[in-house]
């Protein structure tokens, strides 16, 4: 086993096995039900520090690359891995979001080990996903690539339907499912077209297979198509905001944080790594098609009044973000602009590594509230800050970074992709010029309604009055759930204030996939980030942070010192009626309402105002995704139709199964003589 002593490659390998063996000793867990808090949960974090580790010492390395052969597989084809800057990367980010999960997740857990659902099941299919999510960065193969593929989309599918009591986790369950096996199928046939040039399975005989143009995009088309449905994208997306709010919190973390992000890596790999030859087209697909998702997505989750649902339609809007940096990375290599091809690409890697760490943040603080106070509802809570001051402040943290605000990460690599948009000019092609500067008023404006979502959010869940008896009741979780907030929320700070450190470390992977870098970037050291060029644009974030901290003490100094310091206390502004209650303040409809009328075409709105049992009126409002309509239900339908039509075949009578039995060998000898 060739490469097995090198050390990140070991450990990594280590990491994966002890993921392994936390679902086997999660068996054990329906007998003694404090054996996943206590150890199986322990475990998946041992089992991210290792991948962490061992990514991070790749990374630093800048150009090391360790592979072995497994004695696993099939008896012509053994597993092969292989540890590059690019899976190194990816290691990194599911090693990290699995250290915060198992701080967070033995306080969350703990009120399942009485109920009714398996801890069993829960602790085990947790290892074999995480398991999984690490196997597919490292395999270097299309047989091990989908073996662990799929062990990853069926462990989850598990997790999803973990609540199977609950009829809506059983159909959410069954429609990712269903759409996991058809994007599988998808990326297998892609595999399929480059094993037929490469005469093989192996990574290394697809890279030095030569793809003629026609096989090359039906190629791509069905790798985007698998990995897109995986990732999020629209228009197959549908899965998403259905699984993700139905699976236990930490769990929609680690699919949201992380699994999204394992189906980018397997885009990357495929189309930057195996396919080659990137032509602009396929990037004006993607650009397309990240550009809509962007705003379809953030368009859909402020309408939404369901938390985890919000977050998960806000996946979609950020897996588009990250899609349209590979776009412009797409166009810009298709038409040989390697430096700027560069820029994207880590655009999108600084993207894809935000967003796993404040979505993850966002969704444990969503299953904080969810464990503290039982509700999902955003119009069932309030005046959370108050009762949870902690989660209050870590998520406030994840609502500032997601809004792409500075000196948080999200604004760092959403400048970034623009600062790649705005090099449209350097392209000969009018029409790409043209239609660069479009996606990229679209990413603003994404941008822009992102904000206004987040202020929706805090607003309507963490201030004001609380709207329900079982907010009221809500207090602060665990140190350890509040310890798994806190490491994310630190991150999300300090990637943000030392961006030029991080592009260090991500400039690796367009040096080893593109053969270029951004040299310029960082020539300032980690004071100044300057992308292009600091005759382009530069942003220093240290400062930007020192300047608020001085903003702070000035405002706290005036008020201490000032002639305001006396402040007069009384009552809030009742508008005439008293007390204040609840009832007074915007809701998280209220609040979206204009954005609603605005583009209240893309939605199917069913909106009422009804008189309940005590007479007083009630409103209520459901919106709906109209490509559900468009794409979902006609097919379903159609599935249905087909299902009855078999069904008749079943008739209970034995001559017809043999004369059905008999029809079909007549047909079977007719096609093969």
């Not at 894809?352 to 503290?372: C, P, Q, R």
């Not at 996606?439 to 329900?468: I, N, P, W």
Request: charged letters at 10%.
């Amino acid at each position: 086993m060739p490469g097995l002593s090198m050390d990140p490659l070991v450990l990594a390998l280590t990491g994966i096995v002890l993921a392994l063996a936390s679902a086997g000793l999660a068996l054990f867990s329906s007998r003694y039900s404090l054996l996943t808090r206590a150890l199986v949960i322990p475990l998946l974090g041992v089992s991210g520090i290792l991948v962490a580790v061992s990514g991070i010492q790749v990374l630093l390395s800048g150009s090391m690359v360790f592979t072995a052969e497994l004695p696993f597989g099939l008896p012509w084809l053994a597993w092969h891995v292989r540890l590059d800057m690019l899976s190194a990367f990816f290691l990194l980010l599911i090693g990290v979001v699995c250290v915060a999960v198992a701080f967070y997740a033995p306080g969350y857990v703990r009120e399942f080990e009485h109920g009714r659902n398996s801890m069993a099941a829960l602790g085990g299919f947790t290892g074999l996903f995480v398991a999984g999510m690490q196997l597919v960065v490292l395999a270097d193969d299309a047989f091990l690539f989908m073996v662990a593929w799929e062990l990853m989309s069926l462990s989850s599918y598990f997790l999803v339907t973990f609540q199977h009591e609950h009829s809506a986790n059983r159909r959410a369950g069954f429609l990712y499912l269903m759409m996991a096996e058809i994007g599988a199928l998808c990326i297998l046939l892609s595999y399929g077209v480059l094993a037929g040039n490469g005469h093989g399975f192996a990574f290394d005989a697809m890279r030095a297979a030569q793809v003629n143009g026609m096989w090359a995009t039906v190629a791509f088309a069905l790798a985007f198509l698998g990995f897109g449905m995986k990732a999020g994208l629209l228009p197959v997306h549908a899965w998403l905001p259905e699984a993700h709010p139905v699976a236990p919190s930490h769990i929609s973390a680690l699919m949201s944080g992380v699994m999204l992000k394992v189906a980018v890596y397997g885009f990357i790999r495929f189309s930057f790594d195996l396919l080659g030859g990137i032509q602009w087209g396929w990037g004006v697909a993607v650009l397309l098609v990240g550009s809509v998702s962007a705003l379809m997505g953030v368009l859909y989750a402020l309408m939404q009044h369901d938390l985890k649902r919000l977050l998960a339609y806000h996946s979609v809007e950020n897996i588009g973000i990250i899609f349209i940096g590979l776009g412009l990375a797409m166009v810009f290599e298709g038409t040989g602009h390697h430096l700027l091809a560069a820029l994207g690409l880590v655009a999108a890697l600084y993207h894809t590594i935000n967003h796993a760490l404040f979505k993850s943040l966002l969704f444990l603080g969503a299953g904080a509230v969810l464990h503290s106070s039982h509700q999902r509802d955003m119009e069932h809570m309030g005046g959370l800050l108050k009762l949870m001051p902690w989660t209050g402040l870590f998520f406030l943290v994840g609502c500032i970074s997601i809004a792409a605000l500075p000196p948080f990460n999200g604004f760092v690599s959403e400048w970034l992709t623009f600062q790649a948009a705005l090099q449209a000019w350097a392209l000969e092609n009018g029409v790409l010029r043209s239609l660069i500067p479009i996606t990229a008023a679209m990413l603003a404006l994404t941008g822009a309604l992102a904000a206004a979502c987040f202020v929706k959010v805090y607003g309507v869940s963490f201030l004001g009055q609380a709207r329900s008896k079982q907010a009221r009741k809500a207090r602060e979780v665990d140190p350890g759930m509040r310890l798994g907030q806190g490491l994310l929320a630190g991150l999300c700070l300090l990637l943000g204030v030392f961006p030029a450190t991080v592009i260090q470390l991500i400039d690796t992977i367009p040096r080893e996939l593109l053969h270029t870098g951004l040299d310029k970037a960082t020539a300032h050291g980690w004071l100044w980030l300057t992308p292009m060029g600091e005759q382009t644009a530069s942003y220093s974030a240290p400062l930007v942070l020192l300047g608020l901290l001085v903003a702070w003490w000035l405002a706290a100094w005036v008020l201490r010192r000032g002639a305001v310091r006396e402040v007069r206390r009384c009552d809030a502004w009742d508008c005439g009626f008293s007390p204040l209650n609840a009832r007074m303040q915007y809701t998280a409809t209220a609040f979206a309402q204009p954005i609603r009328r605005v583009f209240g075409m893309l939605f199917l709105m069913e909106e009422a105002v009804k008189h309940d049992e005590g007479g007083r009126l009630r409103h209520s409002l459901h919106v709906g995704d109209r490509l559900w309509g468009w794409l979902y239900a006609p097919v379903i339908h159609a599935a249905r139709q087909a299902g009855r039509v078999a069904g008749r075949l079943q008739t209970g009578h034995l001559r017809n199964y043999l004369g059905w039995t008999l029809g079909t060998l007549v047909v079977v000898l007719w096609l093969i003589s």
